[in-house]
């Protein structure tokens, strides 16, 4: 018996579906938008707030949970499965699970799919394992290996960005199979045409200074230590050139302190997103937690040269020396060298720019989101094959 995307009823666990942005979720979102499309039933079931950052895709059931400690207060933590959620999650009836997270929550779906015989998929979205070292605890992370393995052979496959994350949990020793789930990007809103000198000019940047661009929240583990060693040691250099840094966060007060004469131009959306990535010169990332660079998609989309660390988020998305530079993680010198040769060759930056621009215009939501079903279709079905033969 085939089955149907009309077919399928997915319940989505996500532990910040809406309530603040991030990448995670604006992908989720646009999911669920192309499943509804496609006839898929869908409900979501998340932490909720009463003012959240983006209205949110489909229906979305919240989930009662509590804020984190110290800085990231922002986000929230579900402590499982209440007897309400779990009653709406039996009448709603999905025949597979998808889990955001190997958080409580995300543990929590899991067994529930495990005790009803509901096809279950998780997708990787953070290097998780990779935070305890911003926060001086890189022992643990051998810990979190075993306990992101463990969650993570639970479920019969693992969406991941690409084929690097793939292969760093067969090195964990998981044994479920990985399907390939990119991104896409807009490209109407990150493009080249989007650069605004005047924009810049408001920001203090005049027209001759070659801007270095951070871009995403200002939390530790984006890397903000390793971003202002470098723009110090270009300093030191005597390398003329600017910091231009979009995004806000509980790390901002400490990245000013380190980056003083950056131009802090602070949370931007939509289109105005678009123009602030545009109207950098280069893009420096020098994060190793993400699993897909969203935001070096967005800039090269923008025809904006990369320099970032040689790890998940840029592997396998920038062609190193022919869109940019890839690096090994907090090689201080490395970046330096490889944005000084950017800062003083103008006519590098464009080429760069334009094979980036033409690299990221293979990337596309409606494409890459369909892969996402056809994965739902043959894990459902699998299931579903299963409980027949079994009855």
């Not at 999905?94 to 799919?113: E, W």
């Not at 998780?128 to 051998?142: A, V």
């Not at 690097?164 to 199979?177: A, F, K, M, R, Y």
């Given at each position: 018996m085939i089955m149907h995307p009309s077919d399928l009823r997915v319940a989505l666990f996500s532990g910040n579906y809406n309530y603040t942005r991030d990448g995670a979720n604006q992908a989720l979102n646009l999911l669920v938008g192309h499943l509804l499309s496609r006839g898929?039933?869908?409900?979501?079931y998340s932490p909720?707030?009463?003012?959240?950052?983006?209205?949110?895709?489909?229906?979305?059931?919240?989930?009662?949970?509590?804020?984190?400690?110290?800085e990231r207060g922002e986000y929230r933590l579900a402590r499982g499965l209440p007897a309400k959620v779990r009653q709406d999650l039996a009448a709603f009836a999905p025949n597979l699970i998808h889990v955001s997270?190997?958080?409580?929550l995300g543990h929590r779906a899991v067994s529930y799919a495990r005790r009803h015989g509901i096809a279950r998929v998780a997708s990787l979205h953070t290097r998780f394992e990779t935070y305890p070292r911003y926060y001086g605890l890189g022992f643990i992370e051998p810990l979190f290996e075993r306990m992101l393995a463990r969650f993570y052979d639970r479920v019969d496959r693992v969406l991941v960005p690409g084929p690097l994350l793939g292969e760093i949990l067969e090195s964990w020793g998981v044994q479920t199979p990985t399907t390939v789930w990119s991104r896409g990007v807009d490209h109407d809103r990150f493009s080249p045409a989007r650069r605004d000198l005047e924009w810049r000019r408001r920001l203090g940047i005049a027209d001759h200074e070659v801007a270095i661009g951070f871009l995403g929240r200002l939390v530790k583990e984006k890397g903000l230590d390793v971003f202002a060693a470098v723009a110090a040691e270009l300093k030191r250099r005597k390398v003329a050139h600017r910091v231009l840094v979009i995004g806000e966060g509980p790390a901002r007060d400490w990245f000013a302190s380190q980056v003083p004469d950056a131009a802090f131009a602070g949370f931007q959306a939509g289109d105005e997103l678009g123009r602030s990535v545009a109207s950098m010169d280069v893009f420096f990332n020098p994060?190793?937690?993400e699993t897909f660079g969203n935001v070096t998609l967005e800039a090269m989309a923008a025809g904006v040269p990369v320099v970032a660390a040689r790890a998940s988020g840029a592997v396998g998305l920038v062609d190193d020396e022919r869109t940019g530079f890839l690096v090994q993680p907090r090689d201080t010198a490395a970046y330096a060298d490889a944005l000084s040769i950017l800062i003083g060759d103008p006519s590098r930056r464009q080429e760069m720019g334009r094979a980036g621009n033409l690299h990221a215009g293979g990337y596309r939501w409606d494409v890459i989101n369909e892969a996402v079903l056809s994965a739902y279709l043959q894990d459902a079905h699998a299931m579903s094959n299963a409980f027949r033969i079994l009855a």
């Amino acid at each position: 018996m085939i089955m149907h995307p009309s077919d399928l009823r997915v319940a989505l666990f996500s532990g910040n579906y809406n309530y603040t942005r991030d990448g995670a979720n604006q992908a989720l979102n646009l999911l669920v938008g192309h499943l509804l499309s496609r006839g898929v039933t869908v409900r979501v079931y998340s932490p909720t707030v009463a003012n959240p950052a983006f209205p949110a895709t489909g229906d979305l059931v919240d989930v009662p949970a509590i804020p984190l400690p110290g800085e990231r207060g922002e986000y929230r933590l579900a402590r499982g499965l209440p007897a309400k959620v779990r009653q709406d999650l039996a009448a709603f009836a999905p025949n597979l699970i998808h889990v955001s997270a190997p958080d409580i929550l995300g543990h929590r779906a899991v067994s529930y799919a495990r005790r009803h015989g509901i096809a279950r998929v998780a997708s990787l979205h953070t290097r998780f394992e990779t935070y305890p070292r911003y926060y001086g605890l890189g022992f643990i992370e051998p810990l979190f290996e075993r306990m992101l393995a463990r969650f993570y052979d639970r479920v019969d496959r693992v969406l991941v960005p690409g084929p690097l994350l793939g292969e760093i949990l067969e090195s964990w020793g998981v044994q479920t199979p990985t399907t390939v789930w990119s991104r896409g990007v807009d490209h109407d809103r990150f493009s080249p045409a989007r650069r605004d000198l005047e924009w810049r000019r408001r920001l203090g940047i005049a027209d001759h200074e070659v801007a270095i661009g951070f871009l995403g929240r200002l939390v530790k583990e984006k890397g903000l230590d390793v971003f202002a060693a470098v723009a110090a040691e270009l300093k030191r250099r005597k390398v003329a050139h600017r910091v231009l840094v979009i995004g806000e966060g509980p790390a901002r007060d400490w990245f000013a302190s380190q980056v003083p004469d950056a131009a802090f131009a602070g949370f931007q959306a939509g289109d105005e997103l678009g123009r602030s990535v545009a109207s950098m010169d280069v893009f420096f990332n020098p994060s190793v937690t993400e699993t897909f660079g969203n935001v070096t998609l967005e800039a090269m989309a923008a025809g904006v040269p990369v320099v970032a660390a040689r790890a998940s988020g840029a592997v396998g998305l920038v062609d190193d020396e022919r869109t940019g530079f890839l690096v090994q993680p907090r090689d201080t010198a490395a970046y330096a060298d490889a944005l000084s040769i950017l800062i003083g060759d103008p006519s590098r930056r464009q080429e760069m720019g334009r094979a980036g621009n033409l690299h990221a215009g293979g990337y596309r939501w409606d494409v890459i989101n369909e892969a996402v079903l056809s994965a739902y279709l043959q894990d459902a079905h699998a299931m579903s094959n299963a409980f027949r033969i079994l009855a």
